[in-house]
């Protein structure tokens, strides 16, 4: 019956003292994984706070090269109406002498 | 000589060696049969009853201890064995972080591609509404110019008319525009008349 009791504990005691290790063992498995996921977590979110800051950037710059260059353009046009109207006048000059004559002849 | 013979054998001697030792006399032997006799019967009778039940109870008894000692046998072959694996992935651990770090590394990489591409898509549409903004402007200054010119070209035509014109041109030009209104009404008649010959 001692011998019985004997080997009931001593199954018992083993079976703690292993259980205990692979709790232990579990545990320190989730953290490190734990751990591990928020540092590729923060690595991810990193990497999409850098793309969203050149995308940012990239717009910006197109916006401003785009605005810019309509700036210019609208400048341009203007310069050149002034001119072209300038040089349109002395061209007015035939197509009304043409519509003289078409009127009276 | 099997085990319930030799039971038997000793329940019969057994009252023999008790009593006999009391007392040896001849004269008492009957009570000593007596005696012999009712031992024989309560412990035979005993022994009758009794030894099924007991040989079921040391029996179950039996295999509950067995199963005890199995089940703490099995409880700790258990326990070793998720002990074992659980050291065998604390063992790939690192391993599989790494590939956890790649992984995110990996995504975020993709992610980083997808939004600056979606960015470059952006700021290609951005260039040609702009494009499309400066022909615009193009176009409506041209239109402005061709506005300009015939409205100059009227005025002047019309100041020269005014400065030219004598009362003599002046009455002809009525005539000619009078002859044209006519010929225009002739038109519509004749265009009349072939409708209704149509018809």
Known sequence: ?105 | MGKKKQLILLLLLLPFFMFMTEENSSSNFLPFLGKSINFIILFGGLAYFLSKPLRNYFKKRSLEIKQSLAQAENLRREAEEKLKEAEVQLESLGEKIDQIKKEAEMVGQREKERIINEAKREAERIKRLSQQEIELLIQGGIQELREYTIEMATILAQERLKKRMTPKEHSLLIEKCIEGLSKLDENSDIDKEIHSRAS
């Open chain 1, 1 to 105: 019956m001692a011998e019985r009791e004997d080997k009931i504990q001593k199954n018992q005691k083993s079976r703690d003292k292993s259980t205990n290790a692979y709790e232990k063992s579990v545990r320190e498995i989730e953290e490190n994984l734990k751990a591990a996921q928020a540092i590729a977590d923060k690595t991810r979110e990193e990497l999409e706070r850098e793309a969203l800051l050149e995308k940012n950037r990239l717009l910006e710059e197109i916006n401003a090269e785009c605005r810019s260059q309509a700036d210019k353009a609208r400048k341009q046009l203007k310069e050149q109406m002034k001119s072209l109207k300038k040089e349109l006048e002395s061209e007015t000059e035939v197509l009304a002498e043409r519509i003289e004559k078409r009127i009276l002849h």
